[in-house]
Structures are given as structure tokens and as C-alpha cells.
């Protein structure tokens, strides 16, 4: 696979060289990104999420951070992380496709934001474990599993297949600004679209989705090993 390159010099709308500080956080981003995704897939491998309330209650009874991790903690701090390479995009691709950018850009926060907000039960499920445990009446027990049940229906929910869509058309608008733009190869946007057609399809459609998630996971994970070389050289290019 050819690395992602970008000219030596950028005096065709050059980029303020103010912006390499920005540029470094998001190639360490994606190198983050890079290295989450497989820790996170082999996690999931060795430990399966559970698949009951109480069965994430005993979990994290048993070891918090197995528990954290099966409820997204890592794929939330990734979706985060991601939103350095967004704005580093918007700044790259505005000199020539202000709209395109500006939605795309717009798009990917709202997709960020409404995915942390499906992540609610990420922490939430520590405290209700610890209220199931303690609890002393069926009652009370039985609150608890209903409270938690309200979040996994949430985690599940309408907040993350939106975000989950959303993220593919982002990844959609920035891709095909990028083809537009000499500063990119063109394995870079190329792998973006085919990373943003598969993400149209949310994995909580049933099993067919479940898989598309998975097979999407390799174009994210060559998109980001790209954009990192990217990142990086350009930076080194806005720092000379």
C-alpha cells in the first residue's frame, strides 16, 4: 500500500503555519485510533459483552474495567480523538470547498455528540451495579435491573444509529472534497468512501448490520494508518 503523501510546498492556497500544533494532535489521534480499534476487537473477542442487565452488573461487580471497556469506553475516547482530524480537514479542504467542508464538519460533530450521549449507560451501569449488590429487597433489586435495562435500550437506541449514519456521510462530503484537492493521494478519499458507504448501515439493524460494522472496521483502520502519514507530513511541511 502507497503511503499518503502531500507536496513538498503548499503555495497554492498555502495553510497558516500557526495550524501544525493542530496538525500533530490529530496524526497522534489517528496513531490512537489505530491502536484502540484491534485492543478493543480482541477485548470483545476474549470477553463478550454481556448480554443481560444483571450479566453487565456481575461484570462490573467483577472488574470495572473489562465492563467499561464492553460498553465503549475506548470507541467513545476514539470518537472523540476523531474530532481533531475533522477540524484539521475543515481548515485543509475550506480553501477550496468551504460548503462541502462546513457540512461535513458540521455533520461529524453532531454525530460525536450524539454518540456520547448514547454512551450514558458507559458509567452509569458502575453505580446501578453497586445499588444491585446492596440492594436488600426483590424490589429494590428490581428497580435497578429496570433502571439499567432503560440504558442499554438507550445505548442501543435511536441516539447511536443517528450518530452512526451521520459518521458515514460524513466521512461521504469529506471524502469527496478530498478528490478535489491535489494535497491528497487518492487511496486516501477512495478508502474514505468506501468507509462512509459501509457506515450507512448501523449495526442495531440486525445481524447483516452487526457484520457490515465489522467489514468496516478495515477501511477505518487503512483510512486512519493514511491520514496519520498525512497528518504527520504535513505538519513537519507547516513547521519548516
Known sequence: M????????????????????????AAFAAIYVIILIPIQGIIFI????PSTVLGFFRLFHENV?????NLDLLLTIDYILVLFIYFVLFIVLSRKEKSLSLIATILGCLSITLYIVSREATFSMIALSHEYFAATTEMEKAAT????KTLLTVYNGS???????LGG?????????????????KSVPITGLIMGVLMLVPPTV???GVWISMISLVPTLIWMILM??????SARTLAQ
Open 159 to 165: 441516539s447511536f444509529s443517528i450518530s452512526y449514519v
Open 65 to 69: 474495567m473489562i465492563g467499561l471497556i
Open 228 to 233: 496519520s502519514r498525512w497528518l504527520f507530513r
Open 169 to 185: 456521510f460524513t466521512m461521504l462530503l469529506f471524502s469527496i472534497a478530498m478528490l478535489r484537492d491535489a494535497l491528497f493521494e
Open 46 to 49: 476474549v470477553s463478550p459483552p
Open 2 to 25: 502507497k503511503p499518503a503523501s502531500i507536496p513538498a510546498s503548499l503555495t497554492e492556497n498555502p495553510i497558516d503555519p500557526q495550524w501544525k500544533t493542530l496538525f500533530y494532535l
Open 145 to 148: 435491573l429496570a433502571a439499567g
Open 206 to 208: 440486525g445481524e447483516a
